[in-house]
Every structure is written in C-alpha cells, then in structure tokens.
C-alpha cells in the first residue's frame, strides 16, 4: 500500500493546481446541453485523442456527455453490484470473477458463458452509453433484472451520489502503477492515429494527471477513502494480491457480495472451479 501513501502527498500537492476548475456546471442530459458544456470546458492533448476535463476529470469528449446521462438517468438499486476499475487495472478479470461468483448456481462450469463470451459481454459498464447490441441508451441497464452486476471506469465523483447512500455494493480493483501505466501506454497506442506517443511523454503526462479517467491518483483514494468509510459496502482489492492467491480472493469477494461458498462447494471444489474458469489461460482464448 505504499504506492497509495505516495498518492495521498501527491493529492495535497495538486490542490491548488485543481481547484479552479472544480466549480462545473450541473449536469442536465439534453443533447445541446451537453454540447455547449463540453465546448466550454478546459481541453489538453491526450495520449491518442484530446481529453476534455470535467469536474477535475480527464475524459474524452464523448464520455462527457455519457457522464452527464448516467449523473441524471442512472438510479443505482439498493442490491446493485458495481465493479470499479481505472482502465488497464484488471477490469476483464474482475467482471469474469464476479460473474461467475454471483452466478454459479446457474451455469454449470462445463458450459459456461465465459468459456464463449468476453466478461465485457456479459457485464455492462455503465457510462458505455453507445452499445448497439442494447439500444444504444440507459434503458438496458434499467431494464436489467436485480441485482444487477455492473461495471465502471468513472471515479466515485462522477457517478451519481446516491451510489453512496442506497446501500449497493462495490468492488474496487487497483493494480501497481507501473504496470498500470504500461499497459495505457501499449494501448493508447494501438487506437492513436499517426506517431506513436513516445514512453517518456506518456509518463510526463501521467504524472501530470492528464490521461485517459484521470489523474490516476485521484482515481484510487477516492475509492480506497470510501472502502475506509464503508467497509461494509465497498471492497478496496489489489490486483498483485489476486494474482498471488486468486483461491483466497474468490472466497473473499464471494463473502463480501453475499454469495458465500458453502463447505460443501468448498469440499466439491466449486470455488476452485471458479478459480480456473477465469484463469487467464481461459479468458485469453475468449474472442472479442
């Protein structure tokens, strides 16, 4: 946890540097005002596309205007389950985890969604506004029966307070910074047009805040600071820790969710069938 008491000097550093953009307007979701807002607000070269910042977030302009429908049109439920993650954090394994955790009563391991479906099928992040396949708006995710198993790549302050106050349930998954990094940069470089942006930028920039959902930092303590106030209600999980002992943190996130194993799962080995259907030997073969 070390990297997170670097980030809390880090956060009283930048105070100053973000406080004259944290006064924005209310969100209100209608198309031309969101257009007008987003025209309004401070703009910085990206690592692949220039990123907007809103309310001292760096998003892409579309995300924006996702933001301002999920702050308006998003009712988190009293049993929702929301998966958080900062991009390149882990956000595939813990959508598979938690899939097939709160679901193993229905599929049989033989047969599995995951063994056909990408966890981004399967789990539906919130500010995706734009998903074909569900109709392009917030009525998918309306529609879902409870609970409903959700994901998001927003901080805690974007999303709608009453996230806080309903009593759902959220899984925050963090990884080393410097694997973190690594991996934004590899990406952010397979969707940017033109020039490569080179390592030493990427990093000037990230240390800076400016990336894609950051600055970085501020993304983690918002969720470790709420795991801290809520134990009972938000889950603050290292990615390092997972990996290390995946079997320990199936029961650990089973627990925490309300879907214990049983000792008699736990004799038959359903929590190590669990452990392996999200192995990544198996979501690796998984189509996109």
Same mark, same amino acid.
């Given at each position: 946890?070390?990297?997170?008491?670097?980030?809390?000097?880090?956060?009283? *550093?930048?105070?100053?540097?973000?406080?004259?953009?944290?006064?924005?307007?209310?969100?209100?979701?209608?198309?031309?005002? *969101?257009?007008?807002?987003?025209?309004?607000?401070?703009?910085?070269?990206?690592?692949?596309?220039?990123?907007?910042?809103?309310?001292?977030?760096?998003?892409?302009?579309?995300?924006?205007?996702?933001?301002?429908? &999920?702050?308006?049109?998003?009712?988190?439920?009293?049993?929702?389950?929301?998966?958080?993650? $900062?991009?390149?954090?882990?956000?595939?394994?813990?959508?598979?985890?938690?899939?097939?955790?709160?679901?193993?009563?229905?599929?049989?391991?033989?047969?599995?969604?995951?063994? %056909? %479906?990408?966890?981004?099928?399967?789990?539906?992040?919130?500010?995706?506004?734009?998903?074909?396949? $569900?109709?392009?708006?917030?009525?998918?995710?309306?529609?879902?029966?409870?609970?409903?198993?959700?994901?998001?790549?927003?901080?805690?302050?974007?999303?709608?307070?009453?996230?806080?106050?309903?009593?759902?349930?959220?899984?925050?998954?963090?990884?080393?910074? %410097?694997?973190?990094?690594?991996?934004?940069? $590899?990406?952010?470089?397979?969707?940017?047009?033109?020039?490569?942006?080179?390592?030493?930028?990427?990093?000037?920039?990230?240390?800076?805040?400016?990336?894609?959902?950051?600055?970085?930092?501020? $993304?983690?303590?918002?969720?470790?600071?709420?795991? /801290?106030?809520?134990?009972?209600?938000? /889950?603050? /999980?290292?990615?390092?820790?997972?990996?290390?002992?995946? /079997?320990?943190?199936?029961?650990?996130?089973a627990s925490f969710l309300g879907f214990p194993f049983t000792k008699e799962?736990? *004799?038959?080995?359903?929590?190590?069938?669990?452990?392996?259907?999200?192995?990544? %030997? &198996?979501?690796?073969?998984?189509?996109?």
């Amino acid at each position: 946890m070390n990297f997170l008491i670097v980030s809390i000097i880090m956060e009283q *550093s930048g105070t100053e540097e973000s406080s004259e953009n944290s006064q924005q307007p209310a969100p209100i979701s209608s198309e031309s005002y *969101s257009d007008n807002l987003v025209a309004t607000l401070p703009t910085s070269e990206g690592w692949s596309t220039r990123l907007t910042l809103f309310k001292n977030c760096w998003l892409r302009a579309y995300m924006v205007k996702n933001c301002l429908l &999920v702050q308006d049109n998003f009712k988190p439920r009293s049993d929702d389950i929301i998966l958080a993650t $900062h991009p390149k954090c882990g956000t595939t394994w813990l959508k598979a985890l938690a899939f097939a955790i709160t679901n193993r009563s229905r599929y049989a391991f033989a047969d599995h969604p995951l063994l %056909k %479906k990408n966890p981004h099928k399967v789990v539906t992040i919130i500010e995706a506004k734009f998903i074909s396949e $569900h109709g392009g708006d917030l009525d998918y995710i309306e529609s879902l029966p409870s609970p409903r198993l959700l994901a998001t790549h927003l901080p805690l302050s974007l999303l709608p307070p009453t996230v806080s106050t309903v009593g759902c349930k959220i899984v925050y998954l963090c990884r080393e910074p %410097k694997d973190a990094f690594t991996s934004m940069w $590899h990406f952010e470089n397979r969707i940017r047009k033109g020039d490569p942006i080179s390592l030493e930028k990427a990093f000037t920039m990230f240390c800076e805040g400016c990336s894609s959902f950051g600055p970085f930092w501020d $993304h983690y303590l918002q969720y470790w600071k709420e795991s /801290l106030a809520r134990p009972k209600e938000v /889950l603050f /999980l290292m990615y390092e820790e997972i990996k290390c002992d995946p /079997l320990m943190a199936v029961r650990k996130i089973a627990s925490f969710l309300g879907f214990p194993f049983t000792k008699e799962e736990e *004799s038959a080995g359903v929590d190590k069938e669990v452990v392996r259907l999200c192995s990544f %030997k &198996v979501l690796r073969r998984l189509v996109t």
